[in-house]
C-alpha cells in the first residue's frame, strides 16, 4: 500500500473497471512502464481482477477486488485529512482535478454517510457521474443518471468553491430535489469535515 500510486489506482477504480488508457489518463505523471507494472502487481496481491475481452483491437478492463474496495475508508480518511489540513485556494499555475475529488467520494460518504440515500447526478462541464447512496452502500459512476433524485451542475471552479470551507455554492445549479443535494453536498464539502473535526477534539 505504500507504493506511490496503488490508492491512487484503488480511489480511480471505485468509479468503476477501467481499461489501461483510462487510467494512463485519469494518473497524470505515471509511466506507461510504472502503471504495467503496478497493475500486474495488483492483480497478483489479489487487489485487481484484469478481463479480457474478445474484441479487435483486444479490450482489458481492471477492476477492484472485494478486498481492495475495502480501502474506500482509507481514501477518505486521507481526502478528509487534505480537507483539514491543505485544502487553499489553488496557486497560480496549479492544475486542480475535481473529478479525482469525486472519487474519494465513496471512502468519504462510506464513512459518514448523509442521512438520506438517493442518486444525484454531478455534472462538471461536459462530464457527468452517478453518485448512489443506498443503505451505507455508496457507488460512484462516471456517466449521467437518468432519473436521478437531483443534478447538480456547474463548471470546474464553481465546484471547488462548493467543496471548500467556504461551502459557497453560488455557482452551481440545482435541479430536482434539493434537499437531497444539499445533505449530498454537506457531507462531500471540506466545512462538514472540519466541523467534524472540531467536535471530536
Not at 462538471?124 to 443503505?135: F, K, Q, W
Request: aromatic fraction near 6%; glycine fraction near 8%.
Amino acid at each position: 500500500m505504500g507504493d506511490k500510486w496503488t490508492l491512487l489506482i484503488v480511489r480511480d477504480l471505485l468509479a468503476g473497471p477501467r481499461r489501461f488508457v483510462q487510467l494512463q489518463h485519469v494518473l497524470p505523471g505515471i509511466s506507461t512502464e510504472q502503471l504495467r507494472s503496478r497493475l500486474n502487481r495488483m492483480v497478483a496481491d489479489g487487489l485487481l481482477t484484469r478481463q479480457r475481452f474478445r474484441e479487435v483491437p483486444p479490450r482489458v478492463e481492471y477492476s477492484l477486488t472485494d478486498r481492495a474496495r475495502e480501502l474506500a475508508p482509507v481514501i477518505g480518511a486521507l481526502a478528509r485529512w487534505g480537507y483539514d489540513w491543505a485544502w487553499s485556494t489553488p496557486r497560480e499555475g496549479e492544475a486542480i482535478d475535481i473529478s479525482a475529488v469525486f472519487r474519494c467520494a465513496v471512502g468519504l460518504l462510506e464513512s459518514a454517510p448523509p442521512a438520506s440515500g438517493g442518486t444525484i447526478e454531478l455534472r462538471v462541464d461536459d462530464r457527468a457521474y452517478a453518485l448512489s447512496v443506498e443503505g451505507g452502500i455508496v457507488t460512484l459512476r462516471e456517466e449521467a443518471a437518468p432519473g436521478a433524485d437531483a443534478t447538480v451542475k456547474g463548471p470546474q471552479s464553481a465546484w471547488l468553491a462548493a467543496l471548500g470551507p467556504d461551502a459557497d455554492r453560488s455557482g452551481l445549479e440545482i435541479t430536482g430535489d434539493s434537499r437531497r443535494a444539499d445533505a449530498l453536498l454537506d457531507s462531500l464539502g471540506a466545512q462538514a469535515r472540519r466541523a467534524v473535526s472540531a467536535a471530536s477534539a
